[in-house]
């Protein structure tokens, strides 16, 4: 069964420094999204892509953040300067359409731990 | 808020029992889904019933959808230890752009 892969599955970084988590959609999927999940709490949206633009943001997605599909298989996600608040899982997810006829597949996830 | 209200939010049942977990919305929906999180994993996308549709099935589960009370239930049959996880609805809001929001969840816990 065709599966949503991210790497690394565990990242540890310095407060300030910049980092990529990246995502392996399904391939015929079409619309893409990141998540997060600070330990205890909810899954919260973070963004979703379609046709090579953000199609929605949260609140938590500020200019710290970006997304880019640099070629037709990853979907990234940037953090500019960490801060220890962003400690999370964050999730990639993907779908075929968007979520009025199917679901999202999600990744396993990647735990980013700032210090 | 558009997430969906799961009820109860922690469920303790035997294994070989079923299990029925609640969820209830607020406005008219497109479709609603449901999906279970294994501890430190991903989300899995169980099911997806939409508003037309009354009821469906898929292997042990079965969802329904009440759409005069804005309410779905969520059913596991012969419940087994390996269902242990948390559940979340995510209803899609007629209107609403293109993606799903996660409330609470329930946690479910089946005693081998």
């Known amino acids: 069964e065709p599966e949503v892969t991210q790497t690394p599955s565990h990242q540890v970084t310095q407060m300030g420094q910049e980092v990529i988590l990246r995502c392996v959609p399904i391939s015929n999927h079409l619309y893409f999204y990141w998540y997060r999940q600070i330990l205890g709490q909810k899954v919260e949206f973070l963004v979703s892509?379609?046709?090579?633009?953000?199609?929605?943001k949260s609140e938590i997605f500020d200019d710290q953040f970006s997304v880019e599909r640099p070629d037709g298989s990853n979907f990234t996600l940037k953090i500019r300067s960490t801060k220890l608040e962003d400690s999370a899982m964050y999730f990639c997810a993907s779908s075929e359409a968007d979520s009025g006829s199917y679901g999202y597949t999600f990744g396993s996830g990647t735990r980013l731990t700032v210090v | 808020s558009q997430q969906g209200e799961e009820d109860p939010q922690a469920l303790s049942i035997q294994e070989g029992e079923n299990a029925t977990m609640n969820c209830s919305y607020k406005?008219?929906?497109?479709?609603l889904q449901w999906y279970r999180q294994n501890s430190g994993r991903g989300l899995v996308h169980l099911i997806l019933i939409r508003s037309n549709e009354r009821e469906k099935h898929s292997g042990r589960l079965r969802v329904t959808l009440d759409t005069s009370k804005k309410s779905s239930s969520l059913l596991i049959t012969a419940s087994r230890a390996a269902d242990t996880a948390s559940y979340f609805c995510a209803p899609l809001y007629t209107g609403a752009n293109s993606k799903l929001t996660f409330g609470k969840g329930i946690t479910l816990s089946v005693r081998p």
């Open positions: 892509f379609y046709n090579n633009e953000i199609s929605e």
């Open positions: 406005t008219s929906i497109n479709n």
